[in-house]
C-alpha cells in the first residue's frame, strides 16, 4: 500500500425512469427493462420526440406559491432521506462530524424552476433565487459544500472532488452525486441542436440517432475506510481514483479521435495504481448520437478492446449533470451485486473498427475487480471514475496490486 488514505461507499440513493431506488433499478436492469416513455409534463408536439426517462414519481412540475419546493429539491429530498438510511447514518451524526462531513453536488438546471417562475410572475420578484442552499441541510452537512456544472460530467467531477478531498484528510465522509429534473428549457436546447432521438436512444447501435433526455439523480454516501469498518458500515465498492481533462476541440462536439476520452481514462487507471489490460467493465457515457458513441468506441478500444461495455442511458435517458452519478452508481452496484447491466435497444454494434464487448439485451453476471464510469461533457469537459470491488483486508499480498485488490491468476497483467 502507498500510505494514501482508502475511500469507499457506504451508501447509495437512486432516482432514475428505471426506478425510484436502487433495487428496483437493478431489477429493471437485469431484464434490460427500459423506463423510457412518453411525458405528461409539458407539450412534445413541437419536438422531435416524446420519449423521455420521467421518474416513476409524479413530483410537481412547476413553482405554483412561494412555499412550493422545486422539482429539484422534491427528487433530493426522497435521495437525501434513502442515502442516511443506506448508509445506517443520520443527520444528527453527520452534523456532529462538522467540518469533517462535506457536500459535493452537481446540477445543470437545477434553479431553473425559479427562474422560469419568476418570468412567468408566478413569484414575485423578491423569490427570484435559486435552490441549492437549502440541499446541505438536509443531510446536516456542516463542512465545505462544492456545486459543480460542468455540464454533464458534473456528476462523476462530483464524486471526484469528494473523493480526492478524503483521501488527502480534508474530511472523513461526503455526500456526493446530483440531480436534474426534466425541463422544456433543456429539451428544447438539445431539440435545436438536433441530437434527440425520435425513439427511445440506443447507443453504439448502428441505427442510433440521438439522446433521449431523462431525469431524477443519486447519491453516494463516501467515507474514509478504517472509520466505516470501525462503525460496521455495509461496503458496496471502493473509489480508487479519478481522471478529468478537456478536448478543447469544439464546444458542443468531442475530439472525434476519442483522445481525450482516453486520457480520462488512463488517468483514472493510474491514479488507481492497476494497469488498463485490469479493467473489466466500462460504464460508458453513450449518449445515442453518431459522433460521441464513436469517439468514445475508438478512446475504449485504445484502454482495454477486450473489457465489457454497456451504457445504461438506455435505462435511464440521459440525466445531464446528475448522468455521471447515476452511472457511477449502476457501475457500483455492478460491482457489488456481480451484475453488469445491459444497453437496451442494442441490436448490431456499429464499430467494426472498434470491436468491443458489449453487454446488450439483459445483464451479464460476472464477477468484476475494476470497472470504470465515464461522462463526457459539452465544453470538452471529460470525467472518468475508477471504482474496485472491496477486499475486507489490511494489508494485500506482494502478488497483489497497490490498491489492495486480489488479483486472479488468471488475470492479465
Given at each position: ?332 452496484l455492478a460491482l457489488k451485486h456481480g451484475s453488469v447491466p445491459p444497453t437496451a435497444g442494442l441490436d448490431e454494434p456499429d464499430f467494426e473498427d472498434a470491436p468491443l464487448r458489449f453487454v446488450r439485451g439483459r445483464a451479464e453476471p460476472v464477477r468484476l ?45
Open positions: 500500500m502507498d500510505g494514501r488514505r482508502r475511500v469507499v461507499v457506504t451508501g447509495i440513493a437512486m432516482i432514475t425512469a428505471a426506478g425510484m431506488d436502487k433495487e428496483t433499478f437493478m431489477k429493471h436492469a437485469a431484464e434490460g427493462r427500459s423506463g423510457l416513455r412518453g411525458t405528461l409534463l409539458f407539450p412534445t408536439d413541437k419536438l422531435r420526440t416524446d420519449y423521455f426517462g420521467e421518474t416513476p414519481k409524479r413530483y410537481a412540475y412547476e413553482i405554483q406559491a412561494e412555499s412550493d419546493e422545486s422539482r429539484t429539491e422534491q427528487i433530493f429530498g426522497d435521495l437525501a432521506e434513502e442515502l442516511l438510511r443506506d448508509a445506517g447514518l443520520d443527520a444528527a451524526r453527520l452534523a456532529d462530524l462538522d467540518e469533517r462531513a462535506i457536500f459535493s453536488f452537481a446540477t445543470s438546471v437545477g434553479t431553473n424552476d425559479y427562474m422560469t417562475a419568476h418570468v412567468k410572475q408566478v413569484l414575485p420578484d423578491s423569490v427570484s433565487r435559486g435552490n441549492l442552499h437549502k440541499l446541505p441541510p438536509k443531510l446536516g452537512i456542516r463542512g465545505a459544500t462544492f456545486v459543480n456544472t460542468s455540464a454533464c460530467s458534473a456528476g462523476t467531477t462530483a464524486i471526484g472532488t469528494a473523493f480526492s478531498m478524503i483521501r488527502a484528510g480534508l474530511a472523513d465522509l461526503a455526500a456526493a452525486g446530483g440531480v436534474d429534473p426534466l425541463t422544456e428549457f433543456s429539451t428544447y436546447g438539445f431539440h435545436s441542436l438536433q441530437n434527440l432521438s425520435a425513439l427511445p436512444c440506443r447507443p453504439f447501435d448502428r441505427r442510433r440517432d440521438g439522446i433521449t433526455l431523462g431525469e431524477g439523480g443519486a447519491l453516494f454516501m463516501l467515507e474514509e475506510r478504517e472509520a466505516a469498518l470501525s462503525r460496521g458500515a455495509r461496503i458496496y465498492a471502493e473509489v480508487l481514483g479519478y481522471g478529468l481533462g478537456n478536448d478543447a476541440y469544439h464546444p458542443t462536439s468531442p475530439d472525434p479521435t476519442g483522445q481525450g476520452a482516453y486520457r480520462v481514462m488512463r488517468q483514472a487507471v493510474r491514479q488507481g495504481g492497476i494497469e488498463s489490460a485490469e479493467v473489466d467493465y466500462v460504464n460508458a457515457h453513450g449518449t445515442g448520437t453518431v459522433i460521441n458513441d464513436d469517439m468514445e468506441a475508438k478512446a475504449i478500444a485504445l484502454l482495454r478492446p477486450d473489457c465489457r461495455v454497456s451504457s445504461t442511458k438506455s435505462l435511464t435517458g440521459h440525466c445531464l449533470a446528475a448522468a455521471g452519478a447515476v452511472e457511477a452508481a449502476a457501475t457500483a475487480r475494476y470497472a470504470l464510469s465515464n461522462s463526457f461533457a459539452f465544453g470538452g469537459n471529460a470525467a472518468s471514475l475508477l471504482l474496485g470491488a472491496h477486499v475486507d483486508r489490511d494489508e494485500a499480498s506482494p502478488e497483489q496490486p497497490r490498491s489492495g485488490f486480489a488479483r486472479p491468476e488468471s488475470a492479465p497483467r
